[in-house]
């Protein structure tokens, strides 16, 4: 009886620890799950970018005139262009030097702003 009740003890003792490990696994699979459903994926394809040099005089014109230096800055719609001439010119803004990488089309003004360029006091 005594081998009885040590396999009964054994199962019990299995049964609660497999039903924990099921759960630990199943959290983190639907973590992963919620983590991959939710995840935005940006080709390159959709990304250019321009580069300002040091001395480079970036400001508000460029989105105005484009020089053939920052063409790419063409592919930005004109309106958003626009907006962001402005917002430049009333804050008295230059592009940072470095590399500038910015969504072709389709990008929001607010993506512009604040995450894809940089910008910097004049003066």
């Given at each position: 009886m005594k081998i009885f009740s040590f396999f009964k003890k054994l199962g019990v003792f299995l049964t609660v620890v497999?039903?924990?490990a099921t759960l630990v696994i199943s959290f983190f699979i639907?973590?992963?799950w919620?983590?991959?459903?939710?995840?935005e994926?940006?080709?390159?394809?959709?990304?250019t970018q321009i580069v300002v040099e040091e001395?480079?005089?970036?400001?508000?014109?460029?989105?105005?005139?484009?020089?053939?230096?920052?063409i790419a800055l063409n592919q930005i719609e004109e309106?958003?262009?626009k907006t962001i001439s402005l917002y430049m010119q009333a804050n008295n803004l230059k592009l940072s030097?470095?590399?500038?990488?910015f969504t072709r089309i389709g990008g929001s003004l607010d993506e512009y702003l604040n995450e894809e360029f940089q910008f910097e006091?004049?003066?």
């Open positions: 497999l039903w924990i639907g973590m992963a919620q983590w991959a459903s939710t995840t994926i940006k080709t390159t394809k959709d990304y001395n480079d005089i970036a400001d508000y014109k460029i989105f105005i005139d484009i020089p053939e230096k920052y309106p958003t262009r030097e470095g590399t500038h990488s006091k004049i003066g």
